[in-house]
């Protein structure tokens, strides 16, 4: 099992995405291949030191003459390249990222119509064709971005002066959920293109998975920075073959709240996200009975969350534990079919594995064997533990 964890200190461009790959081992001729042949540029890869750091340095060569594309222009190149399966995919999907990104940004829903500007040239092409291919050799089970450093002030583009992180760029890690903080450096450190790599190919982590590092890689940016300007890559070895998450413990105390109330607040945090709800009886001063609520959320649902909290309950507020990593068995639901009685029925199991595929669990869902024990008279109990073990028999 290895891993890709994306440590943009620096910023990320797709330039510094694909050097800090071919850093870690990806096929330089491979990739220099691939992306010659299906863009309209060249590509050169050096080595260069960026203040004190040794990176790889590759540079886009790109027609003397280039015009903007619209976003179908960059679907049909991507579709005739020829590219191998997986990276054709990848590098459309990326692509899609940008474009939704600024149809939402400028108001423009028909992304048949969209133009490109900056990510429309060839380089853009050429970086997210090449760190798609880059990126997938590597084959790396997971791949996870820290924190990424955005920069700060304003920039100069087609449509003038814009803040940090660019309108599009902040869409972007929106939409993709990746952790992001302003830097103290007046310059733009990711852009548009880096942004929707990342987004793609990465989850965010709040910093680095546990594991043994068995390589490292750099990217060099473009810009002299008084820090060296380059992303960091490492593969590593995860200590578990269980499943990094990021989560948030939220908790308050309630003490004059009715049993119905606390029991109508746990099924709506569960509808709003919440990956677990715990309500616990407990003892206040002056002997006050009450109860502690405990929530367990993603930190992007915790202010919501909080907010449901406070409303319910009347809580002057609610404790949020920082975000913290968890370790957990990847989980889906599969549907199958159990014989009871010359009857045959339908019920959803849970399937727990852990990041090799390895079966860790199989649990059926409750409220499916509990309509079925009341139609065919078997305890629910018995119900469940059929469903369990067809299920063992079908994904052991």
Do not use: C, H, W
């Given at each position: 099992m290895k891993s890709l964890v994306f440590n943009p200190f620096s910023g990320a461009a797709g330039d510094m995405i694909l050097g800090c790959a071919l850093d870690?081992?990806?096929?330089?001729?491979?990739?220099?291949?691939?992306?010659?042949?299906?863009?309209?540029?060249?590509?050169?890869?050096?080595?260069?030191?960026?203040?004190?750091?040794?990176?790889?340095?590759?540079?886009?060569?790109?027609?003397?003459?280039?015009?903007?594309?619209?976003?179908?222009?960059?679907?049909?190149?991507?579709?005739?390249s020829k590219l191998p399966s997986k990276v054709e995919a990848s590098a459309l999907d990326i692509f899609l990222k940008m474009a939704e990104a600024e149809a939402a940004v400028h108001g423009q829903p028909d992304l048949e119509k969209l133009h490109f500007h900056e990510v429309g040239q060839s380089d853009a092409l050429a970086d997210v064709i090449g760190s798609s291919a880059a990126i997938h050799s590597l084959n790396c089970d997971s791949v996870y971005c820290t924190p990424i450093n955005v920069g700060s002030g304003t920039i100069e583009c087609a449509h003038g002066t814009l803040p940090v992180p660019a309108p599009a760029t902040l869409e972007i890690l929106r939409r993709g959920k990746l952790y992001f903080r302003g830097g103290n450096v007046n310059k733009e450190l990711l852009t548009p293109t880096g942004a929707a790599i990342l987004a793609h190919f990465a989850k965010p982590v709040d910093n680095f998975p546990q594991g043994r590092a068995v390589?490292?890689?750099?990217?060099?940016?473009?810009?002299?920075?008084?820090?060296?300007?380059?992303?960091?890559?490492?593969?590593?070895?995860?200590?578990?073959h269980l499943v990094p998450d990021i989560i948030e413990v939220l908790e308050t105390n309630a003490d004059d709240v009715s049993g119905e109330v606390l029991g109508n607040l746990f099924e709506e945090l569960l509808s709003m996200g919440a990956r677990d709800v715990a309500i616990m009886p407990a003892t206040m001063k002056k002997g006050r009975p009450a109860h502690i609520i405990k929530v367990i959320a993603k930190p992007e649902d915790s202010a919501k969350l909080a907010r449901k909290i406070i409303v319910e309950t009347g809580s002057l507020g609610v404790r949020v534990m920082p975000a913290r990593h968890r370790l957990t068995a990847s989980r889906n639901i599969e549907r199958i079919k159990i014989d009871l009685e010359g009857q045959e029925f339908e019920t959803a199991v849970k399937i727990a594995r852990d990041s090799e595929g390895v079966l860790l669990n199989i649990s059926a869902e409750f409220e499916d064997c509990k309509k079925i024990a009341k139609t065919s008279g078997v305890p629910v109990r018995e119900v469940m533990r059929r469903a369990e073990e067809a299920a063992r028999k079908l994904f052991s």
């Open positions: 870690l081992g990806a096929d330089r001729g491979e990739v220099k291949e691939l992306i010659e042949s299906s863009a309209p540029v060249s590509m050169d890869i050096r080595e260069v030191v960026k203040k004190g750091i040794k990176a790889l340095d590759v540079r886009i060569n790109v027609p003397e003459k280039e015009y903007f594309r619209t976003y179908p222009e960059i679907v049909d190149l991507v579709k005739a390589a490292i890689g750099y990217g060099a940016g473009d810009a002299e920075l008084q820090g060296p300007n380059v992303l960091q890559g490492v593969l590593i070895e995860p200590d578990s």
